[in-house]
Nanobody, 119 residues
Framework: QVQVVESGGGLVQAGGSLRLSCAASGSIFSIYAMGWYRQAPGKQRELVARITSGGSTNYADSVKGRFTISLDNAKNTVYLQMNSLNSEDTAVYYC?????????????WGKGTLVTVSS
């Protein structure tokens, strides 16, 4: 079994910062990539940022220059530093772990953490 657990969401004022964390644990050989997705009310889930174990990153255009994703391979933990938050960043943020197990490469999701930006 693999568990993916997010933390760090909350309420923040516009212009403020938050740091999200997500740890993957269980029977994992290695991490291929981890990422953050978000879903705002009435909208589809979208990619925010993703990072591979080798350090390659990609970001949604809407967060470039404001958000930074990082990965601690030793801890199977991904972080999302979010700066200059605005109301459009309000959403449930989900962590995705793309892991390698004995049975092959598989995808796992966390339950999500709510980020609310007040104006």
């Amino acid at each position: 079994q693999v568990q993916v657990v997010e933390s760090g969401g909350g309420l923040v004022q516009a212009g403020g910062s938050l740091r999200l964390s997500c740890a993957a644990s269980g029977s994992i050989f290695s991490i291929y990539a981890m990422g953050w997705y978000r879903q705002a009310p009435g909208k589809q889930r979208e990619l925010v940022a993703r990072i591979t174990s080798g350090g390659s990153t990609n970001y949604a255009d809407s967060v470039k220059g404001r958000f930074t994703i990082s990965l601690d391979n030793a801890k199977n933990t991904v972080y999302l530093q979010m700066n200059s938050l605005n109301s459009e960043d309000t959403a449930v943020y989900y962590c995705n772990a793309d892991v390698v197990r004995r049975s092959g490469r598989m995808d796992y999701w966390g339950k999500g953490t709510l980020v609310t930006v007040s104006s």
